[in-house]
């Protein structure tokens, strides 16, 4: 192998960042190797070593840990390089070679620990275990696929010793809501390994849905799996949506995982959430003994799971052949949004409840789990689920995966119950990553990546010993508004990187300016490995500062740039053309005449484009038109979900409509009024397929004026003036859009419009497109 002489010194910030994680005693010298999660310590030296299909991968023969982790390793640099090393079972070691040894006596004595050292005589991974040389191997894959090129590369001479923080480093898939292929799952098991996480928690149950083979109920799946989606038939929007897998399609993905030190942890849900198991058994496990469609609501759903004898026996049926397939030590039940109704109804569930001597609902929800936790607890494992098993009291044998923030964990670890943290406002990733009106659909609050870097899992009231059981963090990805695979990947990358640092790194090596510069490098593996991540922390945005009455008289405006992190150079043009690395560099507000259009886009210190160019024409008809993502909510509501036009079209450019489910409302903020003479709207009609549960009173009514309901423009507040009703069209059908038009009266000045729908809250949602205002100054 060449020798190369040491790579140029990186910029001021990487050395100032360099010097802040130097003085912590876990980063030592030179700069910083671009590596995610950061290691535990890392010691640069000066130097680096070439890999190239001259290299071997080499262990010792009968080495079993260190034989799988190399051939992990050599396929992944074939997959992301198109390296083809060989291997070698050799004792003798190899001058050169990349070496990879289980030594019960290596240096780090951590569980899951490894040593990783490249010099001049080659690389050595070692570690006390199977897992510690994967990961190790992990870590030299990521030294190796920095530049995201392909064929020959260079390593950085480093010292490595590195273990995780945290047990449970998890990530969780909702294959419900909308199913995804073994193939794909196993794109995410990859990505998994690659962020050394190792806990896939499988959403394999829940109202819409039953994902999961189960031999003797078969109606689970040829019933349970399937759902007529709104819509179904039109513009795309399939006749039939479902899927399952078969137990042996199981039996390869708990083999893939295994095969990447990753656990799969099962959830079927319940008492809750039960509606396709009642819908394929209602006579069984059902309450009410009525058999309901597959649910096609996303939300929360009255079916509960009956507690009397058969019902529990068809449920450790099925956690029988569950447990057969799944050797992980938890089974998760789920336990959430377990809407009482049913039970409270139930002449039978009563007389159980008497009969138990159960003072409430929620304390049977907690004999229910115990039960179940009993259950399990006879073959072995132990049982886990979402926060709210605790409100009837904490059952005996559970432990608590906290999502509603953290004080269900907090709660749960100081009675020694363990405990993993995935509150949904760090680590669920369904959440939108900014509140721009590029973002696809999902939900409107915003979980920013710094917000998710900066989660800390243990709340710093516990113990010491109450912090041991906090077995770590998990990622969740709800699927309603995940439909297809790229917007599995917008959604997941790059937080996860950010969540596997929390789950790995130690917490005084985290570093958000670090964490940046390390990113770009990323980003080229992504790139290599035909990820698309969402580059939205990154994505300029564009600002006209002045107030548009200034501009549409003055015909000029002041340009301003900026993103969400504050990361990176921006770099524009004004004359349509795409900015490249040597377009003006953004320092200050610039001016510019109308018309004209703005082009924008990141770039890394490195150079690397980072985000990809955003653009706004500014001139007089866009300034009088406001577009999905610029309404502001109304006072009394808010625009809780971005929806497509159809719930399982899964293309990422499909149209998408901010709506508020309690009221059909939408503020267009400071309306330039002078010389309006009318308005013109693009809306569309959606699918109200959301259960409320008890909030459905909640959803307010307007009254309307003609049978399908109008759409109102109110000047100021939805109390204000009504400055024009417009009718909507006949049909119900969904997915259409429609258009409306109509005059206004002179009004002047800047004006709030609250523009709100008036048709029947039994039928469709609407959701506006873009409001465009007529008239104006010239």
Same mark, same amino acid.
């Not at 795309?236 to 095969?259: M, N, S």
């Not at 958000?512 to 035909?530: N, T």
């Given at each position: ?72 390793? &050599? &396929? ?9 090393? &060989?291997? %070698? ?33 080659? %690389? ?32 950085? !001479? ?31 098991? /990859? ?14 149950? /829940? ?36 899927? =399952? ?12 995982? &295994? ?25 069984? %496990? ?10 096609? !609501? ?61 003072? !409430? ?56 119950? !363990? ?14 990553? +900014? ?9 409107? +609050? ?8 900066? =989660? ?135 001016? %510019? ?27 007089? /008809? ?157």
């Amino acid at each position: 192998m060449k020798r190369h002489a040491p790579a140029r010194r990186r910029g001021l910030r990487s050395a100032l960042v360099a010097a802040l994680l130097c003085s912590s005693g876990i980063i030592h010298a030179q700069a910083l190797p671009p590596l995610i999660p950061m290691p535990a310590e890392v010691k640069p030296a000066a130097g680096q070593l070439a890999i190239d299909a001259h290299t071997p991968i080499a262990f010792a023969p009968g080495d079993k840990g260190a034989e799988a982790a190399a051939h992990y390793l &050599a &396929a992944e640099l074939k997959r992301s390089r198109g390296l083809d090393l &060989a291997l %070698v079972a050799t004792a003798t070691p190899v001058s050169g070679a990349i070496m990879l040894r289980t030594d019960p006596k290596a240096s780090v004595d951590k569980p899951d620990g490894y040593t990783l050292d490249i010099d001049a005589s080659g %690389v050595r991974i070692s570690s006390r275990g199977d897992a510690g040389l994967f990961y190790g191997a992990v870590t030299l894959w990521q030294l190796a696929t920095t530049d995201g090129t392909q064929g020959p590369t260079q390593v950085p !001479d480093v010292a490595i010793r590195d273990w995780p923080r945290f047990a449970w480093r998890g990530l969780m898939l909702d294959v419900v809501r909308h199913f995804r292929t073994v193939a794909e799952v196993k794109e995410v098991l /990859d990505t998994m390994a690659e962020h050394k996480l190792n806990t896939f928690h499988w959403h394999l149950s /829940d109202d819409q849905g039953w994902r999961i083979e189960i031999k003797r109920y078969p109606k689970l799946t040829s019933i349970g799996g399937w759902r007529t989606p709104p819509g179904a038939g039109t513009h795309g929007e399939p006749l039939k949506y479902g899927g =399952f897998y078969t137990q042996a399609q199981i039996r390869d993905v708990v083999a893939y995982a &295994a095969a990447r030190h990753i656990t799969v942890v099962p959830e079927l849900d319940m008492p809750g959430h039960a509606q396709a198991a009642v819908a394929a058994y209602p006579e069984i %496990v059902g309450v009410t003994g009525e058999r309901p469609a597959v649910s096609v !609501d996303w939300g929360v759903n009255p079916y509960l799971y009956n507690v009397d004898d058969k019902s529990f026996t068809f449920i450790q049926n099925v956690l029988d052949e569950v447990m057969a397939l799944f050797p992980s030590t938890y089974i998760h039940i789920g336990g959430d949004e377990a809407v009482k109704d049913q039970w409270k109804n139930s002449p039978a569930v009563q007389a159980k409840m008497t009969s138990l001597g159960i003072k !409430d609902e929620n304390a049977l929800q907690s004999w229910f789990t115990d039960r179940l936790g009993d259950y399990l607890g006879k073959h072995g494992r132990r049982l886990i689920g979402w926060d709210e098993i605790l409100e009837g009291g904490l059952p005996r044998t559970a432990s608590v995966m906290s999502w509603r923030g953290v004080e269900g964990a907090i709660d749960a670890a100081k009675q020694d119950h !363990d405990v993993v943290l995935a509150p949904a406002g760090w680590m669920y990733f369904d959440n939108h990553q +900014s509140n721009r009106a590029d973002e696809p659909n999902g939900r409107l +609050s915003v979980l920013e990546l710094k917000r998710v870097y900066g =989660f800390e899992p243990v709340d710093a009231s516990l113990t010491p010993e109450q912090a041991k059981h906090v077995l770590g963090t998990e990622a969740t990805l709800w699927a309603e508004f995940i439909p297809s695979q790229r917007h599995v990947q917008h959604a997941l990358f790059p937080r996860v990187d950010a969540m596997s640092e929390i789950a790995w790194s130690p917490r005084e090596a985290r570093n958000w300016d670090s964490f940046q510069q390390r990113l770009p490098a990323q980003f080229r593996r992504y790139a290599a490995l035909d990820i698309v991540p969402s580059d939205t922390a990154f994505a300029p945005a564009i600002h006209v500062n002045e107030e548009v009455p200034a501009v549409l008289r003055d015909g000029k405006a002041t340009v301003s740039l900026d993103n969400q992190t504050g990361f990176g150079t921006l770099r524009y043009t004004t004359d349509g053309s795409t900015p490249g690395a040597s377009a003006t560099v953004y320092s200050a507000p610039f001016p %510019v005449t109308l018309p004209v259009t703005v082009r924008a886009a990141t770039f890394a210190p490195d150079g690397m484009q980072i985000a990809a160019a955003r653009s706004r024409l500014i001139d007089r /008809d866009a300034l009088l038109t406001r577009r999905n993502g610029e309404f502001t909510k109304c006072p009394d509501g808010g625009l809780g979900l971005r929806m497509p036009l159809l719930p399982d079209l899964g293309a990422m450019d499909t149209p998408v409509y901010d709506v508020d489910l309690f009221h059909s409302c939408w503020l267009y903020p400071k309306a330039p009024l002078d010389g309006i003479t009318g308005v013109r709207v693009e809306a569309a009609r959606l699918a109200r397929n959301y259960g409320l549960a008890h909030d459905q009173s909640k959803v307010v009514s307007y009254p309307a004026k003609t049978k399908n309901g109008e759409l109102e423009v109110h000047q100021d507040t939805c109390a204000g003036p009504l400055l024009a009703s417009l009718p909507l069209p006949d049909g119900k059908a969904l997915g259409e859009k429609i258009f409306l038009q109509g005059k206004l009266p002179a009004t002047g000045g800047e004006h709030d419009l609250c523009l709100r729908i008036t048709a029947p809250i039994t039928g469709p949602l609407y959701g506006l497109q873009s409001v465009q205002l007529m008239g104006g100054q010239r």
